[in-house]
């Protein structure tokens, strides 16, 4: 990922800014969301803005994404089935390695095979956004028990994983892409979405030097990893 810093705006610029304010008081609040609204805020007041609301709604969010969570590990076709085939390779997926937290990184999740499923709370839209999460992370879990993972080590490992994750979660299902990406393509839609995110993933990785570098390590595997549908018989989502 390339580490270029951004160039700061000229003091005439920073002029146009309004300042973000954190504060308790209700009107100041309704103030700072307006200037979000418009635009009005510089990038470092976005930021700002961003983190006084995951710090007000810290608790709620954990607790907002644990209801989820059970939820859907209960419930959820999809969690239930990648649950199931964890399982007969011998792993385990519950609510005690499956961890909602506030995430200070722009991500929505992770998996540790030492630690296991982390949800980004204060990144979750939706239970549906939290069943996509979950669903990636656990391909992720699935690939580590059958395939044997190197995710330090091996780019191309990575880059197949984050393939396949973005493939079968349904992350890239044409409503998600419509809806939330407003991406009215209908033809080569979720190869691309599936392509687009596993090179911002693998990006993300300390190993990887740009996104010229991401972009070779997924196309480097795609034709091997994408038509890849275990433990699916196919595209589930």
């Known amino acids: 990922m390339s580490d270029a810093e951004p160039s700061k705006p000229s003091d005439s610029k920073k002029a146009e800014y309004a300042e973000y304010v954190r504060t308790d008081d209700g009107w100041q609040r309704w103030k700072n969301t307006f200037n979000l609204v418009l635009g009005r805020f510089s990038d470092e007041g976005v930021a700002q803005y961003i983190e006084g609301r995951d710090d007000r709604f810290e608790k709620r969010d954990c607790e907002r994404c644990e209801k989820f969570r059970d939820s859907l590990l209960q419930y959820s076709p999809i969690i239930r089935f990648l649950r199931k085939n964890i399982k007969q390779l011998g792993g385990d997926m519950h609510a005690d390695n499956i961890r909602c937290r506030r995430c200070y990184a722009w991500q929505g999740g992770g998996f540790d095979p030492n630690f296991g499923v982390l949800i980004c709370a204060n990144r979750m839209r939706s239970r549906s956004h939290v069943e996509d999460t979950i669903a990636h992370e656990m391909i992720h879990a699935y690939d580590h028990m059958r395939f044997k993972m190197q995710w330090q080590d ?3 490992h990575a880059a197949c994983a984050e393939i396949r994750a973005s493939s079968l979660s349904g992350e890239c299902r044409w409503t998600e892409e419509f809806f939330q990406k407003l991406n009215f393509k209908v033809i080569q839609q979720h190869p691309e979405c599936v392509r687009r995110r596993a090179v911002l993933s693998v990006m993300a990785r300390p190993d990887c030097k740009d996104d010229v570098h991401a972009a070779k390590m997924v196309n ?6 994408y038509p890849d ?9």
Do not use: G
């Open 220 to 225: 480097e595997v795609w034709d091997s990893c």
């Open 229 to 237: 549908t275990r433990p699916f018989d196919e595209i589930y989502r």
């Open 154 to 156: 091996n780019l191309r």
